[in-house]
């Protein structure tokens, strides 16, 4: 079983920033690590994802937001900046590894304005 802990969530005025992490902790390898959102009465979207090579990122989010992992850690982190109202959501840290998918408990992010 694998575990996904996020942290890093908070209250932020727009124009602000947030560094998110996930760590992840368990017997199974995780390949793919990233994050996804959702929004009160939206679906969840992908944020953004980082394979063992290269990022991807919603277009919605290039240019402010960052993803990096620590793979000794298997820590993944997601550094948001120039905040808008539209970024609040829950942010969910998202592993793969074996076959099968994982996600952590979810991290509120609300940006107000």
């Known amino acids: 079983q694998v575990q996904l802990v996020e942290s890093g969530g908070g209250l932020v005025q727009a124009g602000g920033s947030l560094r998110l992490s996930c760590a992840a902790s368990g017997s199974i390898s995780i390949n793919d690590m990233g994050w996804y959102r959702q929004a009160p009465g939206k679906q969840r979207e992908l944020v953004a994802t980082i394979p063992r090579t290269g990022v991807n990122y919603a277009d919605s989010v290039k240019g402010r937001f960052t993803i990096s992992r620590d793979n000794a850690k298997n820590t993944v982190y997601l550094q948001i900046n120039s905040l808008k109202p539209e970024d609040t959501a829950t942010y969910y840290c998202?592993?793969?590894?074996?076959?099968?998918?994982?996600w952590g408990q979810g991290t509120q992010v609300t940006v107000s304005s």
């Open positions: 998202w592993g793969y590894g074996s076959g099968l998918q994982y």
